[in-house]
Antibody, heavy 119, light 111 residues
Framework: EVQLVQSGAEVKKPGESLRISCKGS????????ITWVRQMPGKGLEWMGR????????NYSPSFQGHVTISADRSITTAYLQWSSLKASDTAIYYC????????????WGKGTTVTVSS | QSALTQPASVSGSPGQSITISCTGT?????????VSWYQQHPGKAPKLLIY???KRPSGVFNRFSGSKSGNTASLTISGLQAEDEADYYC???????????FGGGTKLTVL
């Protein structure tokens, strides 16, 4: 069974750094993009960016470029979403999902990681 | 403001059919066959319902169907059931640096 298991909820203060993870299993990790999607409280879905785990090539939405870093370690079939300096506006649920190469839809989703940034 | 426009809410009675529209531009919805639709129940992760405009993943009921005309895509749910009550999002490839854009979401209420 294809699964994406995301790391647990985080509570951080503004200015702190954070890395959340997404571990894939049940498939060949390098055969699919890993995409990250944000959902702010009570709001809709926003496409943040994606990574090709085979070579770590990334694409970012302009809205998130420079604010987050997407990375992956294919040896442990895990992708990451990282912030160097969190803001209160980063409070959201973050989902990872698989995406076919050459396609632009998200197939299998993780359960999400809730990030709360508050002083 | 979302790149793709969806109605904020729709409603229908059990057994009826409803259609949710998703309007974009020639640079996204109208450009390629890359519209997808997602269902999200409260507190749950989204679930893929439709991809490449009209295709259904295995395991998705055939009550869910996708179509497209010009710059507007549509999701039709036939034979409404109580468990269909959820938020629905469209998504499209965008021929711009944004790459992928979502609609603002539509809340479906089953009366």
């Amino acid at each position: 069974e294809v699964q994406l298991v995301q790391s647990g909820a985080e509570v951080k203060k503004p200015g702190e750094s954070l890395r959340i993870s997404c571990k894939g299993s049940g498939y060949t990790f390098t055969d699919y993009w890993i995409t990250w999607v944000r959902q702010m409280p009570g709001k809709g879905l926003e496409w943040m960016g994606r990574i090709d785990p085979s070579d770590s090539h990334t694409n970012y939405s302009p809205s998130f470029q420079g604010h987050v870093t997407i990375s992956a370690d294919r040896s442990i079939t895990t992708a990451y979403l990282q912030w160097s300096s969190l803001k209160a506006s980063d409070t959201a649920i973050y989902y990872c999902a698989t995406s076919d190469f050459g396609a632009y839809y998200m197939d299998v989703w993780g359960k999400g990681t809730t990030v709360t940034v508050s002083s | 403001q979302s790149a793709l426009t969806q109605p904020a809410s729709v409603s229908g009675s059990p057994g009826q059919s409803i259609t949710i529209s998703c309007t974009g531009t020639a640079s996204d919805v109208g450009s390629y066959n890359f519209v997808s639709w997602y269902q999200q129940h409260p507190g749950k992760a989204p679930k893929l319902l439709i991809y490449k405009d009209t295709k259904r993943p295995s395991g998705v009921f055939n009550r869910f169907s996708g179509s497209k005309s010009g710059n507007t895509a549509s999701l039709t749910i036939s034979g409404l059931q109580a468990e269909d009550e959820a938020d629905y999002y469209c998504c499209s490839y965008a021929r711009s640096s944004a790459l992928v854009v979502f609609g603002g979401g539509t809340k479906l209420t089953v009366l």
